[in-house]
């Protein structure tokens, strides 16, 4: 077997690229981050104090609904695909060494855009 080597990650990238991984065309024609202002709107809510894991970013979770829809997947099998496929990382921005959502955090993700009643005018 072959030792990992320093730019392996980006070299298969870089093949997913020349292969026309559609992700990636998704990413360069929609600048995601105008949605932000409305998830951020519907979804901030006040501190209870100080501690706590950080919330995902929006973008990102709202990403991942994207993905759910595109290929019809479950939260359960979102997060393992995100972990698997590396068009799905690199999609959402994440890389190896990042934390990826659970199954449970993207559900409560999507419930949380239910209950603002935001989910209709994103998705």
């Given at each position: ?54 919330a995902?970013?929006y ?26 496929r ?38």
């Amino acid at each position: 077997m072959k030792q990992k080597g320093l730019f392996d990650e980006e070299d298969r990238l870089r093949v997913l690229s020349k292969l026309g991984d559609s992700l990636e065309k998704l990413n360069e024609k929609i600048n995601w981050e105008i949605f932000k202002p409305l998830l951020k709107k519907a979804l901030t809510k006040e501190p209870k104090g100080l501690g706590g894991r950080p919330a995902y970013d929006y973008v990102l979770m709202f990403k991942i609904i994207i993905l759910q829809k595109l290929y019809n997947i479950s939260d359960d099998q979102t997060e393992y695909q995100i972990n698997d496929r590396l068009s799905f990382m690199r999609f959402l921005g994440l890389e190896l060494k990042d934390k990826v959502p659970d199954a449970k955090t993207i559900w409560l993700f999507k419930e949380k855009l239910i209950e603002a009643r935001v989910s209709k005018k994103v998705i």
